[in-house]
């Protein structure tokens, strides 16, 4: 049976395929969601007298194959910069039933009803919205069993585990695909008025498709800053004040990214327009990165972050030679954090403008 898994995991794979880098998404929290997939199973169900031992195997385990849907909820936290733990609760709903074809004498039957797990996952995040992981938990099945003029319900445990693969397709919202196993233990249900007793054993393989609501969504990146220094102070007599002093843009990158994204594109047009308006004297254009990432990383990722700006300044209009590109990594912090922290002001280009 557990080629059923085998082929769950490969379109596990084949969604996953293809999914690049996104900006940075927040997984902690609480979510709820929604499922519906497939189980494949049978229920082996040896036979013999009340309260003695199963001594009757030659009947045909019943099929309890069947379409499933319900309900999951959880709560993730996020381990570092890529792994992510969590736990979940999950109610499925479906009825999978199936009989043993007479094969014993008697027809039996089995179903399915419903059944709840509880699970821990562990995962890593391949990309800041593409996460893979396994899971494993414990399982309860509510099942109903058959006889001639008889039914009998029992709660069935066992153990869950399988892999799954989620990806986040906006600010609170995820799909999923997971393939999972359910081993179940061996129960006694019970017909003394047929005079024997089946030791039911469910073994199944399911595949659940669904989506996911988070609760806590993808920060907002920081609004454009503008920083000006004031005018010199006034003195006796003095001369007008500089009708241009020097004036200060800070730019915003998502993390892990060089990209200039709609904020840093207004900051700076804002930067191109001001130095317009005046005779420039020198630029300097500035890269910096957080914490998050070894210090080598990060030097390489503020010169790209640097150089991105200057690029962008230059395509606008203003002249090559008078701008300066320095990259100070995350050794010049805006906000300080201690190191392996993901804090958006650090993640930034300066752009100082001074006029004649």
């Not at 733990?85 to 074809?101: N, S």
């Not at 009998?152 to 999923?176: A, K």
Request: charged residues 20%.
């Amino acid at each position: 049976m557990k080629k059923h898994v085998a082929v769950a995991a490969a379109a596990v794979a084949a969604l996953a395929v293809g999914q690049g880098s996104a900006s940075a998404e927040n997984w902690d929290g609480f979510y709820l969601g929604g499922h519906a997939g497939y189980t494949d199973g049978e229920a082996d169900s040896p036979y013999g007298a009340v309260g003695g031992p199963y001594v009757f195997t030659n009947q045909t385990a019943p099929d309890v194959s069947g379409g499933i849907y319900g309900l999951q909820g959880g709560y993730n936290w996020e381990v570092g910069d890529d792994w992510l733990l969590g736990v979940e609760v999950q109610a499925t709903f479906g009825e999978r039933e199936g009989d043993d074809a007479g094969t014993g004498g008697d027809l039996n039957g089995v179903s399915i009803n419903s059944e709840y797990s509880i699970r821990a996952r562990g995962g890593y995040l391949f990309t800041p919205r593409w996460l893979g992981y396994v899971t494993a938990g414990l399982v309860r099945m509510d099942v109903d069993a058959t006889a001639p003029g008889a039914t009998t319900s029992e709660g069935v445990n066992g153990w869950t585990y399988g892999l799954g693969t989620e990806v986040r397709f906006g600010p609170h919202w995820s799909g999923f695909i997971e393939a999972r196993h359910d081993e179940m233990d061996q129960t006694r249900f019970s017909f003394p008025l047929n005079g024997y007793d089946e030791g039911i054993t469910p073994e199944t393989d399911s595949v659940r498709i669904g989506v996911n609501y988070r609760f806590r969504g993808a920060a907002a990146p920081p609004p454009p800053v503008v920083v000006q220094q004031p005018p010199p102070p006034v003195v006796q007599q003095p001369p007008p004040p500089a009708a241009c002093p020097t004036s200060q843009f800070v730019v915003y990158f998502e993390w892990d990214r060089s990209n200039l994204n709609a904020a840093a594109l207004e900051t700076i047009d804002a930067a191109v327009n001001r130095a317009r308006q005046c005779n420039v004297s020198g630029t300097v254009v500035v890269g910096h990165t957080d914490t998050s990432g070894s210090p080598t990383y990060n030097q390489g990722l503020s010169e790209r972050r640097a150089s991105v700006v200057r690029d962008a300044l230059v395509a606008r209009g203003m002249a090559a030679g008078s701008i300066q590109t320095q990259a100070r990594g995350e050794t010049d912090l805006a906000r300080a954090t201690r190191d392996g922290v993901r804090e958006p002001l650090n993640r930034r280009t300066a752009v100082t403008i001074t006029f004649r």
